[in-house]
């Protein structure tokens, strides 16, 4: 599978430059990506969805895009949503936008909503699994090397290696299928801890890499 | 003239009149209200953001029994404070000492423990830390000043489903005498995310 522009960790193609610290950055340096943080955020109660079709439809911005900035892709995805959920027409917040600009266009005609409709066992994203974990703190595991589902909590970096299960975490919403409305699958999540030579190779810099994995992503070390 | 309708995504607006075109659409139709967006910007400008972390912080420095709670259970001892949220549904406390030095990041989006931090600073969601801290963490710690020894264990957290980390930084030698008021005046967010250490006034 083609690597996705989010799925960040260890490429080289981003490993540029550190940008400054400033300490006292504001939440909103501008005053638009404030309104985009909010917008966003209601976008997504807007349309049905939930926050891992939002990180899903982040996902979805067009690269060029998605690189230009945080809250760009956050306005991105939130047009998405709105499409997807027949909330907003193709080309609506364009020919809004430019109507505000003066500019004499026909906007289109909002379309029927279409919202999805998936169960929710509650607020959050905390749930009980009624069943027993499958793996237990000191085991060894293995993570998948394929990923079904493009909308994955997994990073490429962390596919078919092995490291040791250090903690169990609540049971949480299945963000693989929670993304695509088809249920939420709460599974057993589990922190596991890898050798920076198991996930980078032997003159890796020496350090421990934790990654939260859902049970699914795991298997029993051979 | 008639607009392209086909682009959903047109390069050419810039993002400042694209929100402003998306709220009016929202509004115009009663799906949103102006107070809501207000009360969103507001919040993470003024109420929560890395002072509730500075607290966090100079209790656990100042009170060992809350510092014990905080470790083996960060949401309640948190929580009791008053901090909890949205993208801070459980949250795991990890501790910096002369020995361990733990770094938090978010390799595949940019998750952030808000009730504690507010919303991440632009260095946390740059590709470049995203790429790199996972991968070579000592080299990004020193680029940005802060080194460590050979001897230091590192340890990096991705966080990669809903559990959200604080870093409780190392209480600086010096500060004995300072009240736990005027010691969350010294904790920094880059402290409590672990790119930094945190220093005496």
């Not at chain 2, 995504?9 to 929202?26: D, H, Q």
Request: aromatic share 8%; charged share 25%; hydrophobic share 35%.
């Amino acid at each position: 599978m083609k690597e996705r522009v989010h799925d960040m960790g260890g490429r080289a193609r981003f490993s540029g430059p550190l940008p400054p610290i400033d300490p006292d950055e504001k939440a909103f340096p501008h005053e638009w990506e404030g309104k985009a943080f909010a917008l966003a955020l209601l976008a997504n109660r807007v349309s049905g969805a939930n926050l891992h079709a939002f990180r899903h439809a982040i996902e979805r911005v067009p690269e060029p895009e998605y690189l230009s900035g945080y809250y760009e892709r956050w306005l991105a995805s939130a047009e998405i949503l709105l499409l997807d959920g027949g909330i907003l027409a193709p080309g609506a917040v364009e020919a809004r936008a430019r109507r505000l600009r003066g500019e004499d266009v026909d906007e289109p005609s909002p379309p029927e909503p279409h919202k999805p409709d998936m169960p929710s066992g509650g607020g959050g994203n905390l749930r009980t699994v009624d069943r027993p974990p499958a793996f237990a703190v000191g085991e060894t595991v293995r993570t998948r090397s394929e990923m079904r589902a493009p909308h994955t909590r997994l990073p490429s970096y962390a596919r078919g290696k092995t490291g040791t299960v250090t903690a169990l975490r609540p049971g949480q919403v299945f963000p693989d299928t929670a993304a695509y409305f088809i249920g939420e699958y709460p599974q057993p999540v589990y922190t596991v801890e890898f050798s920076s030579r198991e996930l980078w190779g032997d003159d890796a810099e020496p350090a421990t890499v934790t990654l939260d994995c859902f049970e699914s992503y795991l298997k029993k070390a051979e | 003239m008639t607009a392209n309708i086909e682009e959903s995504v047109e390069p050419g607006i810039e993002p400042a009149l694209r929100a402003e075109a998306l709220e009016s659409l929202l509004l115009e139709r009663g799906l949103i209200d102006r107070k809501t967006v207000d009360t969103f910007i507001q919040t993470y400008e003024t109420a929560v953001g890395p002072m509730n972390g500075a607290k966090v912080v100079a209790k656990a420095w100042t009170d060992p029994e809350y510092k014990r709670w905080l470790l083996e259970d960060g949401s309640a001892a948190i929580g009791s404070l008053g901090f909890k949220g949205p993208q801070g549904e459980h949250m795991v406390v990890v501790e910096n000492t002369s020995t361990v030095h733990n770094v938090v990041v978010c390799t595949l989006c940019s998750c952030y423990p808000w009730p504690v931090l507010g919303l991440p600073p632009s260095w946390y969601k740059d590709p470049a830390y995203r790429s790199r801290v996972v991968k070579e963490p000592r080299a990004v710690l020193a680029e940005w000043g802060t080194e460590l020894g050979p001897d230091v264990e590192v340890r990096v957290h991705d966080s990669s489903s809903e559990v959200r980390y604080l870093v409780l930084p190392e209480r600086p030698v010096g500060t004995e005498s300072m009240s736990e008021e005027d010691l969350a005046g010294l904790v920094t967010r880059d402290a409590m995310v672990g790119v930094r250490r945190v220093s005496a006034p």
